[in-house]
Every structure is written in structure tokens, then in C-alpha cells.
């Protein structure tokens, strides 16, 4: 248990978050509407130099099929050039450790793993890769899958204003992402880091002879410029193998709390764009509240055991309780960067871990995690609909057959592509290969792997000894999947409204507090009927081993 | 709709994916490389500290310390390199130190709570920097460590 303190310091972190959040969304809304800005200066001719090179004609609209092939096309050739970089990186410049080019599989599901936003390691960063691939292909891919992201959840925005008539440009949306909303924002989280003691310089190592006569490696590298897209687009991945637990990652507990907060923003903040965009500031509500309700209840599921000061996995300057305030951070916006060894957390802690991940928006990865609560408001509001024997309605536009057919899809896909695989990791031999039991610790650890595969969060418990053929395979497919599936289907919903009569206010209240309990509510029931027995297999046996036999 | 008929450009694409690459990959890497190189050289560099004009170490980074006579860090932390240990940890590992040393016990004490860390108290122990205090004892009592001084 946590004590009033503690609770009331976690309170102000989040509400801190929120309020940042809050302040920073106006901003991005003029971003996306092409308002005039006191950046247009400086930015305009660059932007428009861009858009003439690619001649891009940033006035041509796109449809939801034609912006979300913009998308997966321009992620897909950014996957084959930093495929090329990781297989290549020994006849590429900075590799002063002289790390050899990475396997073909190894390769491709690094690629995978960062273009969609899951940052899922299979690897030690500083033991495999180069600073030229830390730069060009990690830090390059963290990026521009945070942009596309965030694109494709303010083009999904779009399509419920009333009055649209098209998602946008993609390509415009993209290069304004990078070049008026990362570009500042990463520049001052990144000094902010360099600042609180992580380095940023192009060596690899710095060579000491320590007090007791042995020589050390310190090994360096561009990380601040990592850590900041790595929250701030909710990647995850880390520039050493231990992530956000090594102390160059992270320092001190101000860091981490930095870190906390940075991971929350942007998803947070697209929810209040959600509001202005559609003109409606109230129905950002449900969005708000129902994904803070949620990520209370993972904290306090993970505050529940006794949370140790120091112990055996959680680094001194965090300690237990910042290790689990940061652990549920990272999967309920499917970040994925640990600070700890996640084998070292409570079952508990753990579960709780699997919720955020499960659910994917409380508040979940920019962009997409919004993506996903309007898919449980629009189930949430037929179920109600069933109920009360009227026509469902959410913002007005009556929700069809083919609407509620399209967010179940969207749903089922996620437990489809988490237990099928979990599955064939057991019986193919691939688990027992790496040395992954059959038992309750075991079974955790791969319904893990393949859960942050398809949530696109990337903590795992497996790291490097995930290295194998059939986890790299499995695992990209299913990062693959769960990322461009389920935005394909939810565009496809969006794009759909477009043309659609909004009708008046007969139908049901979304934008009240009864409704957001009622989707809060509904979010439990359905995550908890579909994932509730695979949960029970792993950590909620484990807890309750560990009830009797001791943790 | 219309659009399913147009054809397909593929400048964008490779336009795009090659001014992605230089932006993200290199030109901000490089840029927060130049502003912490000038502005911040000293954390930008991996926090290297110097006894008497040598690199001994990392503030940030653990290193082994075996002999008795020094503090030790933790073997067992998640990042494997964990800098730090608690106040009680050090405190247990002063009669060693002191029967090494023969410096008293209340001495060491209170080296080790002048360097005391954990300002954020409510969110964990206090602790000490294992490197950072076995530097103390070793400006502190120059003729008892005087093999270490660089």
C-alpha cells in the first residue's frame, strides 16, 4: 500500500500532465488547421521547399483508403531504408565499436518492432548497434511512427466534424508533425535530459581506470535525443538494453518523473484536441475522465501489495514505489520503456500492466489510444442503444450495423492476434527453447511478449533471449497487425461519417458523467470477459502462489 | 469515390522517407549533440570524474569496488550498473570498512550522511553514491588510501 503522501504526489504528477496537456492543445489544433502561426516565418519556406521536392500538393484531400495508404506506404520504405542501415551498419560510418550488421530476422523485426510504434527489443543497443543505426534507424523510426500516429488519429478526428469533406493530407499533416509539434518539443526535452546527466555526443565509450586499478568502458552515445522522442512519441525503446532503468537513460527520480509525465502528454493532449477539433469541448470528457478512471484502477490494483523501498531488480534512486508508478505508466499509454526488471514487479503490478495494455487507451499511444475509446464510446453507446430500445447516436450520426460491425472487428482483433500466437509459441517448441517453462512465471512471460506485441507497447520480460527466428517472426507479424489493421478499420469507420447526416440531440448524453461511468463499465466487462482467463493462467496464479508460498 | 482511380505517386514516398531520415536520423541527433557538447559538456559526456587529473569513473555509472576497505555497490539492480545504495546498506558495511581502516566507525557515519541523496524522499530511501563517497574517504584520509590517489 501507498501512503497519503505518496497518493497525493501521483495525483500532481497526473494532474500537472493534464494541465500541460491542456495548454498545449490549442496549439496543436492551429498546427492541423493550417492556421497562421509565429513559426510560419521560419518554417513555411521549409515546408513548402519539402512539399515541392516530394511534390506534394498540400491542397489535394484524401479519402481514409488513400490517406492510410500514404501512411503504411511511407512507413513501409522507411522500414526498408533502416532495414538496410541495421543489416549494413559494419560498412557504415560511426561504428567505432565495430559492431558487425545485424541478421536478416533480427533485422526485420527491429524495423517492425520501431516503425510501429512498438519498440519491442530483441537486443542490447549497446552491445549490437552502431550510433550511426542508433540515430538513422532507432531514433529515425521512433520519429516518424510517432508522427504517423499522431496523423492518423487527427485524420480519424476528422471524419466526425460535422461539415468535412475529407481526413486531410497526409503528407502535409506528417511533415507539419515533425517540423511544428516533435521538432520544438523534443528539442526541449532533449536539453532538459542533457541537463539532468544524459549524455549526447557521437563516441561510443569513454575509457576510465577505476580506484581500484581495472579499466571501465563508459558507454555513451547520443541519448538524450533518444529519450525525449522515445516518451514523447510513446516508443519505448531504449538506447541500452536495460532502458529507462540504466542510469544514463534516467539519472535521478527527477528524471523519472520527466519521463512519467512526457509519456502522458501527447496522448493526452490529442484528447482535448479531440473536443476543439470537432467544436464540441464536452465530448472530450468521456475521453478524458474514462481513460483516468481506468488508469486509476490499474495504479491502485499495482499500489495494493506491499511496495518495497530498494529491492532485488529496482534501481536505489527510484525505488519500489516510483517503479511501479512508472511500470503502469507504461503500459497504459503503451509506451513500454521499464526503469526496472519487470520480473522483479508483483504479480499484481503486473495484472495491471497487462489492463493498460489490454484496454490500449487509458490513455494509450498518441493518437491511436483515442482511436481506440471512441471504438468502446461507439460500443458503449449501442450497448446503451440495446438497452433502452433507441436508434444509437454519437455526435449526432445514428451508428449502423456496418459501424458497430466495424468496431468489433477493430476489438476482437487484439485477443486474436495476443492468444493464437501464445499458443504456438507452446506448441511449436519455440517457448521451451529459449527456456521458458510451461508454469504460471513462464506462461506470463510469453502472453506478455505477445500482448505489448500486438498493444504496440515493446516492455517485455524476454529482451535479448527473445532473439530467436520464431520470436522475431511471430512477433513482427503481430506488431504489424495490431498496428495498421486495427487503424485501417477505424479509418474506414471515420472516413464513413463524412457523408453522413447529423441529426439533433434525441439521442443519448455523451458528453455527461453517467455515460462515462456507464463506457468505464463497459470497458471492464468486455476486456475482463474476453482476457479474464488468460490472466488467471499467468500473474493472478502467481499472486496467489504467492499468497501462500511467499513472493 | 474518385480517388480509388487515380494513380499512385511514389514521389512523396521516397521524397518523404529520404527528408524523414535526415531531419529525424541526423540533422536533430546532431543538433542536440552541438547545444550539449557547448552548453553542457560535462553531463553530455557521460558525468566523468577525475581524481587528481585522471578519469576514475562515472558519477552515474557503478564500478566494481572489492577491497574492504572501500564502500561496494549492489550487484543485483535491474540496470546492472546501479550507482547507488541506501543509507542502511551503507551503514552495513562500515565495520568492515572501519576494521580494514581503522577509522572510526562514527567517522565514516558521518561521511556517509554528508552525502546523502534522495532530495524526493516521499518516493523512496535516501541513498548515497557508492563512488562519490569512496572518493570522500579517500580525500578525507590521503595516508590510509594513499595507493588510490591516482
Known amino acids: 500500500m501507498i501512503d497519503a503522501i505518496q497518493a497525493i504526489s501521483v495525483v500532481l504528477i497526473l494532474g500537472i500532465t493534464i494541465l500541460i496537456a491542456r495548454l498545449i492543445a490549442p496549439y496543436l489544433v492551429r498546427v492541423y488547421n493550417r492556421s497562421p502561426s509565429r513559426l510560419d516565418k521560419v518554417l513555411n519556406p521549409v515546408e513548402k521547399f519539402i512539399y ?8 489535394h484531400p484524401m479519402g481514409w483508403k488513400q490517406y492510410f495508404l500514404a501512411g503504411l506506404l511511407l512507413n513501409v520504405a522507411q522500414m526498408v531504408i533502416a532495414f538496410l542501415i541495421l543489416v549494413l551498419q559494419d560498412k557504415l560510418p560511426l561504428n567505432p565499436l565495430g559492431f558487425p550488421g545485424l541478421s536478416w530476422d533480427l533485422a526485420f523485426h527491429t524495423v517492425t518492432s520501431f516503425a510501429t510504434n512498438t519498440n519491442l527489443q ?33 485524420a480519424f478526428i476528422r471524419g466526425f466534424i460535422v461539415g468535412s469533406k475529407n481526413l486531410g493530407n497526409f503528407h502535409v499533416d506528417f511533415v507539419r508533425t515533425i ?25 561510443a565509450s569513454t575509457t576510465v581506470t577505476t580506484l581500484q586499478g581495472t579499466t571501465q568502458s563508459i558507454l ?131 495484472t495491471s500492466g497487462f489492463l493498460g495494455m489490454f484496454i490500449q487507451s487509458i490513455p494509450g499511444g498518441k493518437g491511436i489510444g483515442l482511436m481506440y475509446m471512441v471504438m468502446y464510446i461507439i460500443i458503449t453507446v449501442f450497448i446503451v442503444g440495446l438497452m433502452s430500445g433507441r436508434t444509437p447516436e454519437y455526435l449526432g450520426i445514428k451508428i449502423t450495423g456496418r459501424d458497430v460491425k466495424l468496431v468489433m472487428v477493430a476489438f476482437l482483433i487484439h485477443p486474436i492476434i495476443i492468444l493464437i500466437p501464445t499458443v504456438i509459441a507452446y506448441a511449436s517448441g519455440a517457448a521451451a527453447a529459449i527456456g521458458v517453462g510451461g508454469n504460471s512465471v513462464g506462461y506470463t512471460q510469453i502472453l506478455y511478449e505477445f500482448t505489448t506485441s500486438a498493444a504496440n507497447n515493446g516492455s517485455d520480460f524476454l529482451g535479448a533471449s527473445g532473439n530467436t527466428t520464431f520470436f522475431n517472426i511471430a512477433t513482427g507479424i503481430v506488431m504489424l497487425i495490431g ?20 441529426g439533433g440531440t434525441t439521442g443519448l448524453k455523451t458528453d455527461s458523467p453517467v455515460f462515462t461511468i456507464v463506457l468505464v463499465a463497459s470497458i471492464i466487462i468486455l476486456v475482463l470477459l474476453t482476457f479474464f482467463p488468460f490472466l488467471a493462467l499467468g500473474p493472478i496464479s502467481s499472486f496467489f502462489r504467492g499468497l501462500t508460498n511467499g513472493f | 469515390m474518385t480517388e480509388n482511380k487515380e494513380k499512385w505517386n511514389f514521389k512523396p514516398i521516397i521524397g518523404l522517407t529520404v527528408i524523414s531520415l535526415l531531419i529525424c536520423g541526423l540533422f536533430f541527433p546532431l543538433l542536440v ?96 553514491n557508492v563512488l562519490r563517497i569512496n572518493l570522500a574517504l579517500i580525500k578525507e584520509y590521503p595516508s590510509i588510501y594513499s595507493g588510490f590517489s591516482g
Open chain 1, 52 to 59: 515541392k521536392i516530394c511534390s506534394i500538393d498540400p491542397e
Open chain 1, 122 to 154: 530483441h537486443y542490447n543497443g549497446e552491445a549490437t548497434l552502431s550510433i550511426f543505426s542508433q540515430m538513422t534507424a532507432i531514433q529515425f523510426l521512433q520519429w516518424t511512427s510517432a508522427a504517423t500516429g499522431i496523423c492518423m488519429g487527427i
Open chain 1, 179 to 203: 517540423t511544428r509539434i516533435l521538432l520544438p518539443l523534443c528539442l526541449i526535452a532533449s536539453v532538459v535530459f542533457v541537463v539532468m546527466g544524459v549524455p549526447q555526443t557521437l563516441n
Open chain 1, 220 to 350: 555513451v552515445g547520443p541519448v538524450a535525443s533518444l529519450d525525449s522522442i522515445m516518451q514523447l512519441g510513446t516508443n519505448g525503446g531504449g538506447f541500452y538494453g536495460a532502458n529507462a532503468a540504466y542510469p544514463f537513460m534516467n539519472p535521478s527520480p527527477y528524471s523519472n518523473i520527466f519521463m512519467i509525465s512526457l509519456m502522458l502528454l501527447l496522448p493526452t493532449a490529442l484528447i482535448f484536441v479531440f473536443g476543439e477539433l470537432l467544436g464540441k469541448k464536452r465530448e472530450a470528457r468521456p475521453l478524458l475522465w474514462g481513460a483516468y478512471i481506468l488508469f486509476g484502477i490499474a495504479l491502485v490494483i499495482a499500489f495494493i501489495p506491499n511496495i518495497p523501498l530498494v529491492a532485488s531488480g529496482i534501481e536505489t534512486r527510484f525505488g519500489g514505489f516510483m517503479s511501479n508508478f512508472y511500470t503502469v505508466t507504461t503500459t497504459a499509454a503503451t509506451t513500454g520503456s521499464v526503469n526496472s526488471a519487470l520480473s522483479s514487479m508483483h504479480p499484481l503490478a503486473i
Open chain 1, 483 to 502: 498496428r495498421y489493421a486495427s487503424i485501417a478499420i477505424l479509418l474506414a469507420l471515420s472516413g464513413s461519417m463524412i457523408v453522413r447526416k447529423r
Open chain 2, 33 to 128: 549533440t552541438g547545444i550539449a557538447q557547448v552548453f553542457f559538456p560535462y553531463q553530455a559526456n557521460g558525468e566523468i570524474v577525475q581524481l587528481n587529473g585522471k578519469a576514475v569513473g562515472s558519477n552515474l555509472i557503478a564500478q566494481n569496488f572489492t577491497l574492504p576497505i572501500f564502500f561496494h555497490p549492489r550487484n543485483d539492480s535491474a540496470s546492472g550498473v546501479d550507482p547507488d545504495i541506501t543509507l542502511q546498506d551503507a551503514y552495513s558495511q562500515i565495520p568492515r570498512i572501519s576494521n580494514a581502516t581503522g577509522i572510526p566507525a562514527d567517522s565514516l557515519t558521518y561521511i556517509v550522511n554528508q552525502n546523502q541523496e534522495g532530495t524526493l524522499w516521499i518516493f523512496g530511501s535516501p541513498y548515497v
